[in-house]
């Protein structure tokens, strides 16, 4: 059987720490010369400098900021391509590595937050909000607010109606406004959406959402305004004539309240306006 020379292995034992060395100093001047391309913002020469250097040194885990920063200056929000893609999965890899080390990092966190939600990684993205929430929860009325956003973004409208209704009351008329502003805009322009049931549950949410923000608000012109477009929207759905013809009224009874609710809020604006000098 061979026998590996000891000679040999004893070199290997003694040159690995060199080897080691070497690799960092090597490491080191990959990142440098990233950097270099980063200021100059030739950001397409600088990623794979960086990757590099994490090759050469696994350790040096700050690195893994650059390497993330480079791929988000690459990334286009919204293009659809492969390139682009691999842009956003880079970012997104980098910041988690880095994070794993600098969790501390307040803008990094923002970062990632951002290119979960880009990415349609809504699920990561509510996780990871649900994770700061437990770390530091003086901020979970802040925390909570991103997820209504990313739960609307999502066209998770139920879930972002449930949230809503768990907000400090003086919160809620904004919140339960989105959602209905957002269901109104989906049965109004996705092409998409032709299910009758689906269109009619949504419908419902949107009124029962902006119902309850102006039973919290009753004058919010906006829900007003919204509660009437849905309602039209909701006889749009119905065949029976009779309820159709009760909900265009009650829509039109809305329009009348917002447009004079207008009126008057412009008037006191008015009274309250310094009176120019003659």
Same mark, same amino acid.
């Given at each position: 059987?061979?026998?590996?020379?000891?000679?040999?292995?004893? /070199?290997?034992? /003694?040159?690995?720490?060199?080897?080691?060395?070497?690799?960092?100093?090597?490491?080191? *001047?990959?990142?440098?010369?990233?950097?270099?391309?980063?200021?100059?913002?030739?950001?397409?020469?600088?990623?794979?400098?960086?990757?590099?250097? #994490?090759?050469? &040194? +696994?350790?040096?885990?700050? $690195?893994?900021?650059?390497?993330?920063?480079?791929?988000?200056?690459?990334?286009?929000?919204?293009?659809?391509?492969?390139?682009?893609?691999?842009? %956003?999965?880079?970012?997104? !890899?980098?910041?988690?590595?880095?994070?794993?080390?600098?969790?501390? !990092?307040?803008?990094?966190?923002?970062?990632?937050?951002?290119?979960?939600?880009?990415?349609?990684?809504?699920?990561? $993205?509510?996780?990871?909000?649900?994770?700061?929430?437990?770390? @530091?929860?003086?901020?979970?009325? %802040?925390?909570?607010?991103?997820?209504?956003?990313?739960?609307?973004?999502?066209?998770?409208? @139920?879930?972002? *109606?449930?949230?809503?209704?768990?907000?400090?009351? &003086?919160? =809620? +008329? =904004?919140?339960?406004?989105?959602?209905?502003?957002?269901?109104?805009?989906?049965?109004?322009?996705? +092409?998409?959406?032709?299910?009758?049931?689906?269109?009619?549950?949504?419908? !419902?949410?949107?009124?029962?959402?902006?119902?309850?923000?102006?039973?919290?608000?009753?004058?919010?012109? %906006? $829900?007003?305004?919204?509660?009437?477009?849905?309602?039209?929207?909701? $006889?749009?759905?119905?065949? @029976?004539?009779?309820?159709?013809?009760? #909900?265009?009224?009650?829509?039109?009874?809305?329009?009348?309240?917002?447009?004079?609710?207008?009126?008057?809020?412009?008037?006191?604006?008015? *009274?309250?306006? +310094?009176?120019?000098?003659?």
């Amino acid at each position: 059987m061979h026998r590996p020379n000891p000679y040999l292995v004893v /070199l290997l034992l /003694l040159t690995a720490p060199v080897l080691s060395g070497c690799g960092k100093v090597q490491a080191r *001047a990959e990142l440098k010369k990233g950097n270099t391309f980063y200021q100059q913002e030739s950001y397409a020469k600088a990623l794979p400098l960086f990757q590099r250097g #994490l090759e050469l &040194d +696994p350790g040096a885990t700050f $690195a893994w900021r650059s390497v993330g920063l480079t791929a988000l200056a690459l990334y286009r929000p919204g293009e659809d391509n492969q390139k682009n893609k691999e842009y %956003e999965q880079i970012a997104i !890899d980098a910041f988690e590595n880095y994070l794993e080390d600098y969790p501390e !990092d307040a803008k990094v966190r923002e970062y990632l937050l951002t290119m979960y939600v880009n990415a349609k990684q809504f699920d990561k $993205a509510l996780g990871y909000l649900d994770q700061q929430i437990q770390a @530091d929860p003086v901020r979970k009325a %802040e925390y909570e607010g991103m997820k209504m956003n990313i739960l609307t973004q999502a066209g998770r409208l @139920d879930q972002a *109606a449930q949230l809503a209704q768990r907000a400090p009351r &003086d919160q =809620q +008329p =904004q919140l339960l406004y989105s959602v209905g502003v957002t269901a109104w805009d989906k049965l109004f322009r996705d +092409p998409t959406l032709t299910d009758p049931a689906a269109r009619n549950k949504l419908a !419902d949410l949107g009124l029962n959402s902006i119902k309850q923000a102006l039973e919290i608000k009753p004058d919010y012109f %906006e $829900a007003m305004v919204y509660y009437n477009l849905l309602l039209r929207q909701k $006889a749009n759905l119905t065949t @029976d004539a009779v309820e159709r013809d009760r #909900l265009i009224t009650e829509a039109t009874e809305w329009q009348k309240k917002a447009s004079e609710l207008r009126k008057k809020q412009q008037a006191e604006q008015a *009274a309250q306006a +310094p009176k120019q000098a003659a």
